[in-house]
């Protein structure tokens, strides 16, 4: 088993999205120049007014957990709408591609042609919550009837800490939010490796305790 821990170098100051070497274990992806990451005794905070993504840097191999815990702040910022927890894990290319090797604008279609599980948790203005299997193909984002949530109880709320978990275990994929399983999907060709990445657009969120472990005893 391996596991990986977000041990960052303390910054004070919020910098340019584009300024990625100052976050060493992301990759940063945004459509807006605009778009600020900063990180502060192990917390993220992004504060974007359009899409962003966030790659972790080393590539994934199944089984794999991945952990986090995430904040929407809401304190009468532009960019604090309460929107947009998402998250892509185990992206590639098509081919077996990294991600890392073709980078995007930060537009949310831009990818589309990722092979890559994804979750968009109080999404489309917090009135959405919503799981995906991507198959590389530009404007076919597929989604099951079952992965389409709507209920007030499965969107975000505002300044409050929610502990995020993405699992691909073999033919199993699944998503838990605070100990429930929102998704789970049994898949015959699963994708066993590639990237994580934390994404959001027009929107304010912190990250923290991000918690990568490899293996079968990575639960």
Do not use: C
């Amino acid at each position: 088993m391996r596991s990986y821990y977000a041990a960052w170098s303390l910054l004070a100051f919020a910098i340019p999205a584009a300024a990625s070497a100052k976050l060493t274990h992301w990759s940063i992806e945004a459509e807006s120049p605009q778009a600020r990451v900063s990180e502060r005794h192990g917390t993220i905070d992004i504060d974007t007014p359009k899409g962003l993504t966030l790659w972790w840097r080393t590539p994934l191999h199944a089984p794999v957990t991945i952990a986090f815990d995430a904040m929407m702040v809401d304190h009468g910022g532009t960019n604090d709408t309460v929107s947009d927890l998402n998250a892509f894990w185990m992206a590639r290319e098509v081919g077996g591609g990294s991600v890392l090797a073709h980078p995007r604008s930060g537009a949310f279609a831009a990818y589309d042609t990722l092979q890559t599980y994804y979750v968009g948790i109080g999404g489309n203005r917090n009135t959405t919550t919503r799981f995906r299997r991507y198959i590389g193909r530009p404007g076919d984002r597929p989604l099951r009837a079952e992965d389409d949530r709507h209920a007030a109880a499965d969107m975000l709320k505002p300044n409050v800490w929610t502990h995020v978990r993405l699992i691909a275990d073999g033919h199993t994929v699944a998503v838990e939010r605070d100990g429930v399983r929102l998704f789970t999907l049994r898949d015959e060709q699963p994708y066993a490796s590639g990237h994580f990445g934390l994404r959001t657009t027009w929107s304010h969120v912190r990250v923290r305790h991000v918690r990568i472990r490899e293996g079968a005893d990575g639960g």
